[in-house]
């Protein structure tokens, strides 16, 4: 966040991504509260006003026939270098 924040390069994610790690977090640290990481997700989206890469489902199984977890980023979504 505080390299794209400097303009070093625009981070990219989707909103699968955004809840797989909200959800792993709260697994693994179940004394954390969803509503305070919702919170961070909507801090970060506001902070990046460019991140959400939409529409990009149709190239899941180029790249992974079977997803279990995201994992990779669409060649349209790759961070750009300034």
Do not use: H
């Not at 909200?22 to 509260?33: G, K, T």
């Not at 939409?54 to 790249?63: A, G, K, R, V």
């Amino acid at each position: 966040m505080e390299l794209s924040a400097a303009g070093l390069f625009r981070v990219k994610w989707t909103e699968q991504i955004q809840e797989e790690w909200i959800s792993r977090l709260i697994e693994n640290r179940p004394d954390l509260d969803r509503t305070r990481l919702e919170r961070t997700r909507a801090l970060m989206a506001a902070a990046v006003p460019d991140c959400l890469v939409q529409e990009y489902e149709s190239l899941i199984p180029s790249f992974c026939p079977t997803p279990t977890t995201v994992t990779f980023s669409p060649p349209r979504s790759i961070a750009t270098l300034t």
